[in-house]
């Protein structure tokens, strides 16, 4: 029996051949039972012979592999594609092939090329959202790409774009540098949002000579322009811009703090009154904290007139007055505004009365913002008058405007009787103690107002207590009509029609 296990062992690939001796014992086993059939034999590859007289017992302890040679792999050719693929990478830049491949191919060109690559290589060629996450993130370090639509292509022209703005001083920096880019990005663009623009570089003053008197003409002695960048030609090329966020000042300037750094000049205004009137796409427009007048706000909104997209308006932190504020009335009057904010400006009692004018024959505004201004009394129930009659608005911020109980006594009122306005703000004013009992009285009958911010308006603590817990009420009948909404249907529509036979 041990020779027989013995001669079925060699079919099992080792490192060393049998022994010698188990050999001869086969051999001698065929022998004494006489001929047989032949059967073929397994070819066994060549083996060095074992030496050592209990060899033949480790047959089957025999190893595949030769653990002790370290140049050793199991590795073999690379595939064909496999190197074609490297082939593809390595020359993407001047031979850019990608739609031609698989997608599985694709896939695997795409997660080896370089972010480095230049963009008119990759920018109308690559859709992949994975190589674009990778060329912002190793560019920014802190990527927020939901506000950019989700999308990372989007979000790294839109920077890009941002940045070469930031960055552009007139009559220094080539202007092709961001013409040449619109062809790339045109597509894919849908904001601006820029927080500085620089002004020309000053050169110094050629001194004067002597012979000079001081009574020269105001033309010898022209201050240098400051104009900024120009965004006409820019805007008109992204065919899908919906979004503009400007702020004209400069950042990080340090010692060199001059307030002209700061200037937004009437050239400026009219290039950019002209550049937003011609953006037809135009829904959101933001140009905050650039020392914006009544002049200049009106420029402005006189071409935003009859504008068939805007729905945001955004002059918050500027220098707007009663002007500007009679010129954003008429604006509600003649476009499709939805959000308009005044915010911190200098804006009165009888601007106040031109925007509640407005307000009260006005359908599409939802959000108006005042916080900052002063309107006193006189303003705050011109607005609360225009409330009675409004149906539209729901989101009122009137912090800080020297609002008191008069005022007060008449948005008590309308709370009784407005069934739209879901959020109010009167912090940082005197409601005083009357003021909010009769707030109180209002929320009573009030079942649609969600948020109503009294801090710092000196109403008694229990006032306010209570107006919150009339609040956390409507709150949740809020919700609770998002949950089901066919169980608050009105009673007429849930009973149908009567039955004249009852």
């Known amino acids: ?23 001869s014992s086969a051999v001698g086993q065929t022998s004494s039972t006489g001929p047989q059939p032949s059967k073929p034999t397994p070819i066994i590859p060549s083996l060095a012979k074992s030496k050592g007289p209990g060899s033949g017992a480790g047959v089957r302890r025999m190893r595949r592999i030769i653990a002790e040679d370290a140049e050793w792999s199991l590795a073999i050719v690379p595939l064909l594609t496999e190197l074609c693929i490297q ?107 820029v927080d500085q623009f620089l002004p020309p570089v000053q050169l110094p003053a050629p001194p004067r000579g002597g012979d000079q008197s001081d009574s020269g003409s105001e033309g010898e002695m022209e201050e240098p322009t400051m104009d900024h960048y120009q965004l006409d030609n820019l805007v008109a090329g992204l065919s899908h811009l919906e979004e503009l966020d400007l702020v004209y000042g400069v950042k990080d300037c340090g010692m060199n703090f001059e307030w002209n750094l700061f200037l937004f000049t009437y050239r400026d205004c009219h290039s950019l009154a002209a550049t937003i009137k011609a953006c037809h796409t135009l829904k959101i427009f933001r140009l905050t904290r650039s020392k ?18 805007l729905e945001e308006l955004d002059l918050s932190h500027n220098l707007i007055g009663d002007r500007g504020a009679r010129a954003a009335a008429k604006l509600l009057s003649h476009s499709r505004l939805r959000v308009l904010n005044l915010a911190n400006n200098q804006v009165r009692a009888p601007g106040a009365h031109s925007l ?40 009122l911020h009137l912090g800080g405007n020297e609002l008191s109980e008069p005022t007060g006594t008449l948005l008590s009122q309308v709370l009784t009787i407005n069934t739209t306005l879901t959020s109010i703000n009167l912090s940082c004013n005197h409601i005083g103690l009357d003021g909010g009992k009769q707030l109180l009285e209002g929320m009573s009958d009030n079942k649609t107002l969600q948020e109503f911010d009294l801090r710092l308006s000196d109403i008694a603590q229990e006032s306010q207590y209570l107006i919150g817990q009339a609040l956390c009420a409507n709150r949740e ?20 029609p009567e039955n004249p036979a009852g």
């Open 1 to 23: 029996m041990q020779e027989t296990q013995t001669i079925e062992s060699p079919s099992i690939p080792s490192r060393s051949s049998t022994s010698t001796q188990d050999r």
């Open 87 to 193: 082939h593809i990478v390595k020359n993407f830049q001047n031979n850019p092939i990608l739609k031609q491949l698989l997608p599985e191919h694709q896939k695997k060109v795409l997660s080896h090329l370089s972010p480095d690559l230049p963009l008119a290589v990759t920018a109308n060629l690559i859709d992949d959202e994975s190589y674009w996450r990778r060329c912002c993130t190793q560019r920014w370090p802190v990527c927020h790409v939901d506000n950019h639509g989700g999308s990372w292509k989007r979000m790294f022209f839109e920077l890009h774009l941002e940045n070469l703005l930031k960055h552009f001083i007139p009559n220094t920096t080539d202007p092709a540098v961001i013409l040449n880019l619109l062809p790339l990005c045109r597509n894919y663009v849908r904001a601006i949002r």
């Open 292 to 309: 914006v007048d009544d002049d200049k706000a009106r420029i402005l909104i006189r071409s935003l007139l009859d504008h068939p997209a």
């Open 356 to 395: 509640a004018h407005a307000l009260a024959h006005n359908s599409n505004l939802i959000s108006l913002n005042l916080r900052l201004n002063c309107i006193e009394d006189e303003g705050g129930q011109a607005l609360a008058h225009a409330l009675h009659t409004n149906k539209c608005l729901t989101t």
């Open 477 to 496: 009948a809020a919700r609770q009509r998002a949950l089901n909404p066919s169980h608050f249907m009105s009673p007429v529509t849930a009973k149908g």
